[in-house]
């Protein structure tokens, strides 16, 4: 039974895997431009989070031009081409949020640290993991997750807190994330070089390795305290998975991983840099279907240095007029540009049905910090229609609206039914 | 509702369960009192009763019986933070008073010091209250190994040296990689764990199978070097002559009359520049390309060229000095003759090797440039060691030490001047001392190290890993002549790798249905083997510290259990045969077997380990690494230097514990542990080596104890200049036992003043006007302005020469006063005021201690455990191993 339904399900995800360019190339697209079918097109999401925040004199649109006629500050000017494809958000706040210098790690959660009596750390399933269980399915990867390439260092330099990278699991606990564009594109498109036949029978041993270490993990649940048993949990909950990525690689196994459309990018990029092959890597990603979410963790350290700045992150972080304050400004703009990038990359693949990939893409851009060790009116750009809000606006919202009434307005827009997302209170009617 | 009395004393009684200095209440009430008694572990931290009057004055008009603006009451809110919901209702509070969005504008605003006693007030007693709302109450969260713990667990089961570094970091938000709460798990993990334990397996088995013969090689430092610059030489007399004929027939076009307007012209516009006229060669009928004499184009031309006076001279000079044909100076820059390199083959096997030179210090180079780097050529370029030359030229010394060499990285190693590695910020001083002396000679520095030859020699196995590896052998043969079987294999593994635990039949049965799927595939007994055996090393079983209880009641660990957490303890890897022997027979908990046991094991070299995590960690000594040392600034902060001045701190602190000394010295001491580059750097005449040794200083030092470390200073700056507020907030955190709440969020920024040339002084001054920030900076500032005399690397100074402090103020006045406290003159006064207080730091490391051992963090309940181990170490002058002992033979160390 389990067969034949992984079967059909790999059929229907293979389908739709050549119905792209398919469709395309014997000319269907006059046929296919219907609205209907504009908004049948997949739907995708992709969160970039900027750990430390950003200068805000220079960052924020006035909030009394609130509203399609605003001009773009500093920090966006280099959005401008793409004004009509943004909506800048201002008001929004995780009310739990008092680490100052946690800018990732509850930002797509909402989670209130301390929730679990007896715990000094608690966190709680990420925005983006909540969309990938609806719309990422029939994919080859559910999510991507994607972690710059900072080194390894204390979380309070970086600005993003503790994490693996933005995304958290159903329980809580923190996903890893590739860090360096060429694994992200090895992930993607290196094709196994393993015969068919080979890979059944590793993965028919993947499965007994997987039974055998969960006979052993059952032995030692026996007899442990409850802590230590939620402690072990972890490494059911880490089988699990894996079990479920085997039965991914099962239904993919007869696929071969599509062409890339991308160079390869090279081993040791940082900084800036990668996150420019980053963002071109996600496009193409799409553009093959592999995944249809992202999260990525970027790089902060090595981000300022790679503008050739002598201040490091954390004094950055704390500017004042002068030297720190020109290259958190720098940082703004460096970090728009790249922005606007992907934006044009999206816009420029187009869509069997001559819509393009960034009307069908939902991208949240932004960081738990405002700026320093603030912690509310979080800074907050969507970019693409793939959520259905209005774009081309500067809304400002009422003082600490909550941060995830924003991420339920996005399920709710790419087709996820979820009552509630951290502490949401409701949808925000602002956005449409 | 309790009077007000009964809540202060109450208060009084968590703070010094806290040991949170004052809350406000001046230090004079914070001491604890003998006569509190024994507390619950229900209490909860509450708000001094005073502080009501401050929401009587500013919050109750609105917030109030009468008036509950959004819906918030304060005049009847409980000062007793019992639940994470009051907190949260508290935290709310601070909150609205941090960002300064209450009182608003229109009401009432407090004085700023009430306002910033309030603060503090408040702060303190919300993170007092989340430590009592997060307190386990003693119980230790089960954990896993952390990649240091299984990098060493490998190395003692397969005699290999493994690179982990693929796992991600461990620990979290800011506890010991030790604490189980921190330490998850996640799919990619376990895969990691797969292909580490596989690989591990396979160099292992290689290691054990192959034969290992001890080979040498030796090189004349001179083979390469005077080839590879009479090659260099040759080159740039071919570049000059090449350069002159395409210059001349330059030369020759411009003269023709045709071309003598243009060339005027030109010549003009390049007055006092020659070489740039022939840029514009394009621009002269005639003129020839420089690709016909073989330059890429004109500006490579001009510039490869242009390096003759940097290369040549310093060349032919080379090739004059007296031993350069028996051996190589090293250089600083230009010329390649920066390193001697020691090629090996690749295929020489991992493990420890003998290096050996012959060198020598020429008389004319300067004293503190005598020091060589000894590298590897990983990709890191890392500096694996640094050494002092000692020797002269005409009796040069014999330089040896061993070199671990693992299976990843590259067997090519050299040797160069210290100055070449630099301080990591791209710069590095050599190009500086290269710039200075050919300034002075239009040649280059003097040379200040000559090497004869060196040689490599092994692999020279350790005994420890020779036995483990000879176990593996001897398994491997038993297993290919079928005297045992796989089942036997995996069992007998199993029960070492376990740290004790039997494994079930169940699980064997898998991982011999495992072994035998691949040899139907068609695997090799041997490669069949390595699956199932690193799932063992991938289950939870290996994987995770299990110790199995009931709820309620700590139960007495199995003596098995207590050898494998002390071993854990104190050398990061699993208990030996010695322990498990003692622990076998039932001895190992009798008190006088495991004194000695732990007498033992920090005598044993493992118990570095120990050492260098807890100490970086307790310290928070990574924050070193993150910064880069601006080199013009501090020169000879280079690397190797920044490396042997973290060394100190980890040299410092293991030898007090070895010599059994006491914790006090890490206060104030009269002498220092330091080599001949670490006393160099800190201007101690009389040390010559690099062994660190104990040095006795003189009375004036600023130096011994870690205020006067180079490691500790330079974490309290930015590589550029110092933070007073890093290091006064390491003071309070780590010696006094005083820490500051966290940075609050949602703080105002202050800019009023920046841009303007302030001293560092006045420029943190600035904490002090908002009363939010004074509730912490008034505490911490004080201290950082004491420590000034020592600049971002650790120096001492009198004055500060950023140039934009003020010329008139760069005198250092490193006076001041703790907040409500006692003031202090300068560095020296200061330093004595915080050695005074030795059980502070006492009770931040025992604390330490108890979270680093038992995996969790120090809770509420621990107190009599504290006390207990202060105790103890107070009758024994606050000995390093008294604590250890103590906490060792605790009740806690021994339950689950």
């Not at chain 1, 390439?149 to 958290?168: E, F, I, Q």
């Not at chain 2, 931290?45 to 004055?57: I, V």
């Not at chain 2, 003693?138 to 990098?151: A, D, V, W």
């Not at chain 2, 079983?541 to 700590?554: D, K, N, R, W």
Request: aromatic share 8%; with cysteine.
């Amino acid at each position: 039974m389990k067969t034949s339904l992984s079967r059909r399900h790999f059929l229907r995800a293979a389908g739709s895997l050549i119905a792209l360019p398919a469709l395309e190339s014997i000319g269907f697209r006059t046929f296919a431009s219907e609205k209907e079918n504009v908004s049948a097109r997949p739907k995708r999401m992709i969160f970039l989070g900027l750990g430390f925040g950003v200068t805000q004199e220079t960052w924020f649109p006035d909030a009394n031009q609130a509203g399609t006629e605003y001009t773009l500050p500093d920090g966006l000017a280099p959005l401008a081409r793409h004004q009509k494809n943004i909506t800048v958000i201002q008001g929004l706040t995780n009310k739990y949020s008092q680490d100052a210098h946690w800018g990732s790690t509850f930002w797509l959660t909402g989670a209130n640290r301390f929730a679990e009596p007896g715990q000094s750390f608690h966190n709680s399933i990420s925005v983006d993991q909540v969309a990938a269980v609806k719309i990422s399915q029939d994919t080859r990867f559910a999510s991507i997750q994607l972690n710059g390439g900072d080194p390894d260092l204390l979380a309070h330099h970086r600005g993003h807190g503790p994490g693996l990278s933005l995304a958290w699991d159903a329980g809580g606990k923190p996903i890893a994330g590739l860090d360096s564009p060429a694994l992200l594109f090895h992930r993607l498109y290196s094709e196994e070089s393993m015969p068919l036949a080979k890979r059944q029978a590793l993965i028919a041993q993947d499965r007994s390795v997987l039974d055998a270490v969960l006979s052993d993990a059952k032995q030692l649940q026996r007899g442990l305290t409850k802590t230590d048993n939620d402690k072990l949990n972890e490494y059911f909950q880490s089988i699990r998975e894996i079990e479920t990525r085997i039965a991914k690689d099962e239904q993919w196994l007869g696929v071969p991983k599509p062409k890339a459309p991308i160079a390869e990018p090279p081993a040791k990029m940082r900084g800036k840099e990668e996150v420019r092959l980053m963002y071109d890597l996600m496009v193409a990603a799409f553009q093959t279907d592999s995944t249809r979410v992202f999260t990525y963790r970027q790089p902060a350290e090595e981000f300022v240095k790679s503008l050739g700045a002598k201040v490091d992150i954390h004094d950055m972080s704390h500017y004042a007029p002068g030297e720190r304050m020109e290259v958190s400004q720098l940082r703004d703009r460096t970090q728009s540009t790249l922005l606007a990038g992907l934006l044009d990359r999206l816009q420029s693949i187009k869509e069997p049905d001559g819509s393009s990939l960034l009307d069908h893409t939902c991208v949240a851009y932004g960081t738990n910090l405002r700026t320093v060790h603030t912690l509310d009116n979080c800074p907050t750009v969507i970019a693409g229609g793939g959520a259905g809000i209005k774009l081309g606006h500067n809304v400002v919202l009422p003082k600490n609206t909550p941060l995830c009434n924003l991420w339920l307005t996005l399920l709710h827009g790419v087709g996820v039914s979820a009552e509630r997302h951290g502490d949401s209170t409701g949808v925000l009617s602002q956005l449409s | 509702m309790e009077s007000r009395l009964a809540s202060v004393l109450r208060l009084l009684r968590t703070c010094s369960l806290l040991g949170l200095g004052s809350l406000g209440l001046g230090a004079a009430f914070a001491e604890p009192s003998s006569a509190s008694p024994t507390p619950k572990p229900a209490e909860h931290p509450a708000l001094p009763g005073k502080h009501r009057d401050f929401l009587t004055r500013y919050c109750t008009e609105c917030h109030g019986a009468e008036k509950q603006k959004g819906k918030l009451r304060l005049d009847d809110i409980p000062f007793t933070l019992d639940s994470p919901e009051r907190a949260e209702r508290w935290a709310k509070i601070l909150n609205s008073l941090n960002s300064g969005e209450m009182p608003p504008d229109d009401a009432k605003q407090p004085e700023k010091p009430e306002k910033a006693d309030f603060l503090e007030a408040l702060s303190q007693t919300m993170v007092a209250a989340r430590r009592a709302l997060t307190d386990q109450g003693g119980k230790i969260t089960m954990r896993r190994l952390n990649r240091r713990e299984y990098q060493n667990t490998l190395r003692e089961l397969l005699g290999v040296n493994l690179d982990v570094g693929t796992l991600p970091p461990d620990g979290g938000s800011d506890t010991f990689d030790t604490v189980g709460a921190s330490l998850f798990m996640s799919p990619d993990q376990f895969q990691l764990y797969r292909e580490l334990g596989k690989k591990a397996l396979t160099l292992s088995f290689k290691a054990a199978t192959t034969e290992t013969a001890v080979q040498k090689a030796h090189f004349e430092a001179e083979a390469e070097t005077i080839p590879m610059i009479e090659r260099q030489v040759a080159e740039f007399v071919s570049i000059r002559k090449r350069h002159t004929q395409w210059t001349r027939q330059v030369d020759a076009a411009a003269r023709k009359p045709e071309n003598a307007k243009i060339a005027a012209e030109l010549r003009e516009k390049h007055k006092g520049h020659t070489e740039k006229f022939y840029l514009e060669w394009e621009k002269i009928p005639g003129a020839p390309s420089p690709k016909e004499f073989g330059f890429p184009d004109a500006i490579d031309a001009n510039m490869m060229n242009g390096r003759w006076d940097t290369y040549v001279p310093q060349a032919a000079d080379y090739l004059t000095l007296p031993k350069a044909k028996s051996g190589t100076y090293l250089g600083v820059a230009h010329l390649n003759h920066r390193w001697v390199s020691l090629p090996v083959p690749q295929s020489w096997p991992p493990g420890e090797y003998k290096v050996r030179a012959r060198i020598a210090a020429p008389p004319e180079g300067p004293v503190e440039r005598r020091f060589v780097d000894f590298l590897t050529d990983h990709p890191s370029n890392q500096v694996v060691s640094t050494h002092q030359v000692t020797g002269t030229m005409e009796n040069p010394q014999l330089l040896e030490f061993t070199c671990k060499v693992d299976a990843e990285s590259g067997r090519r190693f050299k040797f160069s001047e210290k100055a070449v590695s630099g301080n990591g910020d791209g710069k590095g001083p050599a190009n500086d001392i290269f710039r200075e002396g050919f300034e002075a000679n239009r040649i280059g520095p003097e040379y200040a190290v000559w090497i004869d030859w060196v040689e490599v020699e092994g692999p020279i196995q350790s005994p420890q890993i020779a036995g483990t590896l000879a176990n593996v052998r001897s398994q491997i043969e038993r297993f290919e002549k079928k005297e045992t079987d796989a089942r036997q294999v995996l069992s007998a593994f199993a029960s070492k790798a376990l740290r004790g635990r039997d494994v079930t039949p169940e699980f064997l049965d898998k991982l011999v249905a495992i072994y035998e799927a691949r040899t139907k595939e068609g695997d090799k007994p041997l490669d069949a083997i390595k699956e199932p055996l690193a799932l063992l090393l991938s289950s939870p079983s290996f994987l995770y510290l299990a110790e199995p209880a009931t709820e309620g009641a700590p139960r007495q660990l199995t003596e098995r259990e207590l050898a494998t957490r002390l071993s854990f303890f104190l050398w990061s890897s699993p208990p030996d045969a010695e322990l498990l022997d003692l622990a076998n027979r039932g001895e190992l908990r009798k008190p006088e077997v495991l004194s000695k046991q732990v007498d033992r094991l920090l005598a044993d070299e493992r118990s570095e380990r120990f050492t260098r995590a807890f100490v970086a960690q307790w310290l928070g000594l990574s924050r070193l690494d993150f910064f880069q040392f601006n080199s013009r600034l501090y020169r000879d902060y280079d690397l190797p230097t920044k490396a042997a001045s973290k060394n100190e701190v980890f040299v410092t602190f293991h030898t007090l514990l070895q010599k059994r000394a006491s914790l006090s010295k890490l206060l104030k001491s009269d002498s220092v542990f330091i080599n001949g580059l670490l006393a160099q750097y800190y201007k101690i005449p009389g040390v010559i080596g690099d062994a660190f040794r104990e040095v006795t200083l003189p009375a004036d030092s600023p130096r011994g104890g870690l205020l006067g470390m180079a490691a500790i200073l330079a974490m309290g700056s930015n590589g550029e200049q110092t933070s007073p507020v890093e290091r006064g907030a390491w003071v309070l955190r780590k010696l006094l036992h005083d820490p500051p709440p966290p940075a609050p969020a949602n703080v105002p920024q202050l800019n009023r003043l920046a841009g303007k040339p302030l001293t560092t002084r006045e420029r943190i001054a600035l904490h002090q006007e908002e009363p939010q920030c004074a509730q912490c900076h008034r505490k911490i500032d004080p201290i950082g302005f004491g420590l000034e005399n020592f600049d971002a690397a650790g120096r001492w100074r009198t004055e500060d020469l950023r140039p934009d402090v003020p010329q008139n103020n760069r005198q250092i006045n490193a006076s001041g006063a703790f907040h409500k406290g006692e003031s202090f003159r300068d560095y020296f006064q200061l330093r004595d005021l915080i050695a005074a207080k030795p059980e502070r730091l006492a009770r931040g490391f025992t604390e330490a201690l108890v979270e680093f051992a038992l995996g969790r963090p120090f809770g509420f309940s621990d107190e009599d455990l504290a006390s207990e181990i202060m105790d103890r170490a107070s009758k024994k002058n606050l000995e390093i191993a008294e604590f250890i002992h103590a906490l060792a033979d605790s009740k806690p160390f021994h339950s689950k």
